[in-house]
């Protein structure tokens, strides 16, 4: 239940609970039928160093990293059936320059058209009818971008492992579904990119003005960061940098931390698709009258069973 506080008080994060308002017991409910979990961000430079520390912490005999399917696309699967069928490698290259990426879940006749080849011909038709066949299927195994799998006993009595290609690498030979299946312990090393950029700054600050900052002792509620994103500019600034926010922080026009909360909470799919956008602004800018729903009426008997558990107990627009 203290989890976060936890975390703050072992230097784990610098984000502290109590100044942001953090609701505790989102980590603990009975409608979730697994242990509450933490995810904790490294510097993506920093990934390597961060996996060979939990091997060396562990030890190899206990922890692997976790295994994915990498399944067939259209892409894929039209090579892997022109190389089959003997077709040429300008046929296979122009079929396959009509995917996008490495994704899609088939293979039209108008792609085909585009490609500046016959839907009609046999060869053709054979071929994509055979690469729609293998869409889904696996492929291959690859490695988990982060995923670690940790044991009491030794890996090697538990699950399949492998050495993987880059030296001091243990992997696992099943992916995240069969390890949640079967209740194995999986934590995730994540990285991101901009605490990368966030610490290279701090360097160049002390290295040019001397100054030493770090993610806690950063000044909060800077005035002229929220009149920066107040106009829109926040081009590279994490979570609030593509198109759709930075349209909405305008309208918002955030000047407190929790501003960025609901900016970045509320521009997703479903509050977007289900009208809530509108209306929050018009209520926020006081030309709507804000009206809380009694407790139980909207949100259900949770209100009442667990009410840290309901949105409505935040009491906030």
């Not at 011909?121 to 690859?142: E, I, K, Q, Y």
């Amino acid at each position: 239940m203290w989890l976060p506080l936890v975390c703050y008080v072992l230097g784990i994060t610098s984000v502290d609970p109590a100044r942001h308002d953090l609701l505790f017991e989102r980590f603990l409910s009975s409608n979730r039928d697994e242990p509450p979990d933490i995810d904790v961000d490294f510097e993506h430079e920093r990934r390597e160093e961060i996996i060979q520390y939990v091997y060396e912490r562990y030890g190899r005999h206990r922890a692997g990293i976790a295994a994915t399917v990498i399944r067939y696309r259209p892409r894929s699967a039209i090579r892997e059936v022109g190389k089959v069928l003997g077709l040429t490698e300008d046929v296979t290259a122009r079929l396959a320059s009509t995917q996008w990426g490495s994704w899609g879940s088939e293979i039209s006749g108008r792609q085909i058209e585009q490609a500046g080849l016959d839907a009609a011909n046999p060869m053709v038709d054979r071929a994509v009818r055979m690469a729609t066949r293998l869409l889904g299927f696996p492929r291959h195994l690859s490695q988990h971008v982060g995923g670690f799998v940790l044991t009491q006993g030794r890996l090697d009595e538990t699950v399949p492992i492998g050495n993987a290609a880059m030296p001091d690498r243990t992997f696992i030979e099943w992916d995240k579904d069969d390890i949640d299946a079967l209740g194995l312990m999986k934590v995730d090393v994540l990285a991101l990119g901009m605490l990368t950029c966030i610490r290279k700054a701090f360097d160049l600050m002390k290295a040019h003005s001397g100054i030493e900052h770090d993610l806690a002792s950063v000044p909060p509620e800077e005035p002229e960061v929220y009149d920066m994103l107040c106009r829109g500019q926040s081009i590279g600034v994490f979570q609030v940098e593509s198109r759709a926010q930075i349209n909405m922080l305008p309208r918002l026009r955030p000047r407190e931390f929790y501003d960025l909360v609901i900016q970045v909470a509320i521009v997703r799919p479903g509050p977007i698709q289900g009208d809530m956008v509108h209306p929050y602004l018009r209520r926020r800018n006081g030309v709507e009258e804000v009206h809380y729903p009694p407790p139980g009426r909207l949100y259900g008997s949770r209100c009442w069973t667990e009410p840290w558990a309901c949105p409505c107990s935040r009491n906030r627009p």
